[in-house]
């Protein structure tokens, strides 16, 4: 008679052995996944963490700004028009020929007359030339 090459034990432990393999190789895949995915929420929160603290520098940078002495003072002259004793403020005002050129370019970046066009085209470029 014939040999027999496998026996019902020897299947049932390739078998077995196969399937405790997979089991592992899958878990082993599972938990490297995992580890990525931790990794990658790690650096994250690391970028997240690294914006809130330059945020924060740049708010204490203004919190000591806005306590500062020269900023109160600045404002004091500015918004509530206080000065100190014995200071005097002075004003500046645009010489004639600014003044007469700042109104000359108002008036060159006003729109022609449309007191010479029919009722009717103004109209049509209300509703039809809304852009121009």
């Known amino acids: 008679m014939m040999k027999k090459l496998f026996t019902l034990g020897s299947v049932i432990?390739?078998?077995?052995?196969?399937?405790?393999?997979?089991?592992?190789?899958?878990?082993?895949?599972?938990?490297?996944?995992?580890t990525n995915s931790i990794e990658q929420e790690i650096a994250r929160l690391q970028a997240e963490a690294d914006r809130i603290k330059q945020s924060n520098t740049l708010l204490n940078d203004r919190i000591a700004y806005f306590s500062s002495h020269e900023f109160?003072?600045?404002?004091?002259?500015?918004?509530?028009?206080?000065?100190?004793?014995?200071?005097k403020i002075v004003m500046i005002r645009p010489s004639v020929s600014q003044e007469a050129s700042e109104e000359q370019s108002l008036l060159d970046s006003q729109p022609?007359?449309?007191?010479n066009i029919h009722n009717y085209k103004k109209w049509w470029r209300i509703f039809f030339h809304a852009q121009s």
């Open 72 to 87: 109160q003072e600045r404002e004091a002259k500015e918004k509530l028009g206080l000065q100190k004793e014995g200071e």
């Open 13 to 34: 432990g390739l078998l077995g052995g196969s399937a405790l393999i997979i089991v592992i190789a899958v878990a082993a895949v599972r938990q490297t996944n995992h």
């Open 112 to 115: 022609a007359s449309t007191e």
